[in-house]
Nanobody, 124 residues
């Protein structure tokens, strides 16, 4: 069974950048569509970005469009989320997820595998 591990979170000032990484602890997810979600206390998990298993199609939430970029490196078996122009409202725990289908989805329930999450904090 695929288990996902996120890394790269941390504390950054408004306007700064971070890059999150997601890799499987065992196996490969080269045939899985992947996504990033985030959660803040008291709120539901929110869709951030997704990418098809081929990497050819990406999808973004309106709130991050133009600032965040999702990508994947099949050779390194790793997915990334480059986050630029960060805002305090981007503060959340970020989760990577995988689904064993080609297409992306904005719904958390469509994903089969989840990481434990990595904290991103943007100070004002």
């Amino acid at each position: 069974q695929v288990q996902l591990v996120e890394s790269g979170g941390g504390l950054v000032q408004t306007g700064g950048s971070l890059r999150l990484s997601c890799a499987p602890s065992g196996g490969t997810f080269s045939r899985y569509a992947m996504g990033w979600f985030r959660r803040t206390p008291g709120k539901e998990r929110e869709f951030v970005a997704a990418i098809t298993w081929s990497g050819g199609v990406t999808q973004y939430a309106d709130s991050v469009k133009g600032r965040f970029a999702i990508s994947r490196d099949k050779v390194k078996n790793t997915m990334y989320l480059q986050m630029n122009s960060l805002k305090p409202e981007d503060t959340a725990v970020y989760y990577c997820a995988a689904r064993n289908l080609f297409g992306t989805s904005t719904r958390a329930l469509d994903y089969n595998y989840w990481g434990q999450g990595t904290q991103v904090t943007v100070s004002s």
